[in-house]
């Protein structure tokens, strides 16, 4: 896979922009909310979008009876609520994020897995667009519903179950994709170590290619590269790394370490915890 079938720049969606068979969404999520300021992402996306843009709303693609977010809605929910929205099979589909890549890496990867080939991520997010000259707009926009016929890829999830004999195997790579202090230094036994923070420029921008395919490529000699964080989002960003730089079995563990440590399952901590 190159970096053309997943990323798109925003000089050539700005020039696309009308396109009949284009869907744009809003994916970005809110890490950090407060009570001082409580704004929601979908508040930051009536503030201003692109325009056409549509909200996409991880919650509704998550799995409404896990007690852990964001964890993957079942393959009937997910097909039902993908059309929903207003994509079909045959919809070139764009996500974009306001300050926060891993965001719009996640809902890639999540129609990835559903079976949609066409669909790419606005590298740099809203911040790029508007520095190439893209207009933004307030008004809510919606997509007409569409038929879409899921054709999953289940290899581009680890579970839990699959990423615990994985600590013992050593044709399995496990990935752990934040810095290691987070979460108080724990971490997966095992686990090699490469922070998404390295393959970003800022929160916004993917690395160029030559500053991480090298340093990917160093795992290819296992036969399979599970990539895991906090919760199944950041993890998609080195997901992706791995895949561009040619290592094609890879999984992101979903529940990563809030299911992980939910669960009881071993961890592993750092001395500089």
Known sequence: MNRNSVFIEADELLARLGDANIRIYDATILFFRSEADP????????????????????????????????????????????????????AEVIFYASGVLPAATRAWWILRYAGHDNVRVLNGGLAAWVMAGGKLEQEPCHYAGAQFDGHFRPAMFASKEEVLLAIDDSKVCTEYTLPVEMYGGVYIPGSSFVSAMDLMQGMDTFAPDDEFVSRMQAESQHERIITYCGGGIAATVNAIAHLIAGNENVAVYDGSLIEWMGEGMPISESRES
């Open 39 to 90: 704004a929601t992402a979908y508040n930051k996306y009536l503030a201003g979008h692109i325009p056409g843009a549509a909200f996409f709303d991880h919650a509704d693609f998550s799995d409404p009876s896990s007690e852990y977010e964001y964890m993957v809605a079942s393959e009937a929910e997910l097909v039902e609520q993908i059309g929903r929205v207003g994509i079909s099979q045959d």
